[in-house]
C-alpha cells in the first residue's frame, strides 16, 4: 500500500474547511449599507473593542457579518444552561427538535438587540432624516441575516470540515494576532508578548491536566479496578470563558445604556454609560465578576455535580471511601468549585492584567486583548489537534472497512 502523508478523508475535510474560511472572509469585507467607512479610517489603529474581536465578527462592526457568531453562541448556551437545570425526567422529554427551536428563536431576538444597539454606534453617510432611519433599518437587516449566514457557514463546517463552529473564531483569532502584532510598538510587544507567551503555555498545561476523583465501579473487577477515576480538566470549559465573558459582558453594557437613554437626565447612569467599557475601572471590574461567575457557573453546567452523583447512584458505583448520594453530591461539588475558582483565578490574572496596564498607560488599548487571543488560540489548537488525530486515525482504518 503506498504511504500518504494525508490520508484522503483529512485532505478533504481540510478543503472543505478552507472553502469555509474563504466564504467567511469575503463576507467580512462586505460593507453594510450606508456606512461611512472613511469616517473608520481614523481611528482604524485605536480600536478600544478587540476582546469582542475573537467571537465577533470583523472588529469595527461595518460588514454584513458585524455581529460574529456571538448571537449563536449565547443563544445556545443561555439554553443549555436551562435544560440542565430540569429535572431527570423533564429533560428526558425535552426533544433536541424543541432545544434547536428555542436556540434559533433566543438567537433571532439576541441578533436583532446586538444589531440595534450596533447601528447607534455606527457612523453613517447620512447626518439625519429618513435617509439615517432607513439606513440603519438596512443594515441592522443585513447584520440580523449574516448573523444566520454565520451559523449556516458553522454548522456544514462542523458536520463536513474540521474544527468545527470554532473554525470561524479561529479566523478571528488569527486576525487578531496578525493586527495586534502589527498595531504595537517594539516596548508594548515586549511587555504583551509575554504576558500572552505566558498565557498561551499555561492554557496548555490546563488544557493536557486532570484532577482524578478515585471511584470504584461494581462491574470492574480485575486489575483495571483501582484505575477508575472521574476526570475534572484544571481548565474544566476551556476557552469558554474567555469568548462568553465577553458576550455576557454586554448585558450589563446593554442595560446601562438603555436606561441612560430611558432617564438621559441621570448623571449616575450617565457616567456608568461612559465608563461601563474595559478601558475603565468600572467595566474592568464588571468584566471581572462576570469572568468569574461564568467560569463557576458554567463548570457546574457542564460537569453537573447532581447528574454524575445520581448516576453513580443508579449503577451502583461509588467514590472511594464516600457514600453514594447526597455526600457523593456535596464531594464532587466542593471539587468543581474550587477548581472552577482556580480556572476563574487564572483567567482573570491573564485577561485583567492587560486592562490595568492599559489603564496605567503602559500599554495602548489596541493591544490588551492579546492574551486573551493566546488563551482561546492555545485552547482551539488543542482540540483541533486532538480532531486531527482521531479523523487520521479513522483513515487508518479506511481500507478494511
Known amino acids: 500500500m503506498k504511504k500518504r502523508f494525508f490520508p484522503k478523508t483529512l485532505i478533504q475535510k481540510l478543503i472543505f474547511t478552507l472553502i469555509i474560511m474563504s466564504v467567511y472572509l469575503i463576507g467580512r469585507e462586505l460593507p453594510l449599507y450606508g456606512v461611512d467607512l472613511a469616517a473608520y479610517d481614523a481611528f482604524r489603529d485605536d480600536s478600544a473593542d478587540l476582546i469582542m474581536q475573537t467571537i465577533g465578527g470583523d472588529r469595527y462592526k461595518t460588514s454584513v457579518l458585524a455581529l460574529g457568531i456571538s448571537p449563536f453562541m449565547f443563544s445556545m448556551l443561555f439554553v443549555q444552561v436551562i435544560v440542565a437545570m430540569k429535572k431527570a425526567d423533564s429533560k428526558a422529554h425535552t426533544s433536541p427538535k424543541k432545544i434547536t427551536r428555542a436556540t434559533l428563536i433566543l438567537m433571532l431576538i439576541w441578533a436583532i438587540v446586538q444589531a440595534y444597539f450596533t447601528t447607534e454606534s455606527t457612523v453613517y453617510i447620512y447626518q439625519g432624516g429618513y435617509d439615517l432611519i432607513i439606513a440603519k433599518l438596512i443594515s441592522g437587516l443585513q447584520m440580523v441575516t449574516g448573523a444566520f449566514v454565520i451559523l449556516w457557514l458553522a454548522t456544514r463546517n462542523g458536520k463536513y470540515g ?15 494576532v496578525v493586527n495586534t502584532a502589527r498595531m504595537a510598538s517594539g516596548d508594548e510587544l515586549k511587555i504583551i508578548g509575554t504576558i500572552g507567551v505566558i498565557a498561551l503555555l499555561f492554557t496548555i498545561i490546563f488544557e493536557n491536566t486532570e484532577y482524578r476523583i478515585p ?3 461494581i462491574s470492574i473487577h480485575n486489575i483495571y479496578s483501582d484505575k477508575n477515576y472521574i476526570p475534572i480538566k484544571l481548565n474544566p470549559i476551556g476557552m469558554m470563558p474567555v469568548m462568553f465573558s465577553s458576550a455576557f459582558f454586554m448585558l450589563p453594557v446593554y ?18 454609560k ?3 467599557d474595559t478601558t475603565h475601572p468600572l467595566g474592568i ?9 461564568i467560569t463557576v457557573a458554567f463548570s457546574f453546567v457542564f460537569i453537573s455535580p447532581k447528574n454524575l452523583a445520581e448516576n453513580m ?10 457514600r453514594a448520594g447526597r455526600k457523593t453530591r456535596k464531594y464532587i461539588g466542593k471539587r468543581v468549585f474550587f477548581i472552577s475558582i482556580f480556572s476563574a483565578s487564572f483567567m482573570s490574572l491573564f485577561l485583567g492584567l492587560p486592562l490595568v496596564l492599559q489603564l496605567n498607560g503602559y500599554i495602548s488599548a489596541a493591544v490588551m486583548s492579546l492574551p486573551s487571543i493566546m488563551i482561546a488560540m492555545a485552547s482551539i489548537n488543542c482540540n483541533l489537534y486532538r480532531e486531527l488525530r482521531a479523523v487520521k486515525d479513522f483513515d487508518a482504518y479506511v481500507p478494511f472497512i
Open 285 to 293: 471590574g464588571v468584566y471581572i465578576v462576570v469572568l468569574y461567575f
Open 162 to 176: 474540521v474544527g468545527g463552529q470554532t473554525i470561524l473564531i479561529f479566523v478571528n483569532i488569527l486576525d487578531g
Open 215 to 217: 471511584m470504584q465501579r
Open 274 to 276: 461612559e465608563n461601563m
Open 313 to 322: 447512584q443508579k449503577s451502583g458505583d461509588s467514590i472511594t471511601g464516600l
Open 255 to 272: 442595560v446601562v445604556t438603555g436606561l441612560s437613554n430611558i432617564f438621559p437626565e441621570d448623571v449616575n447612569l450617565l457616567w456608568a
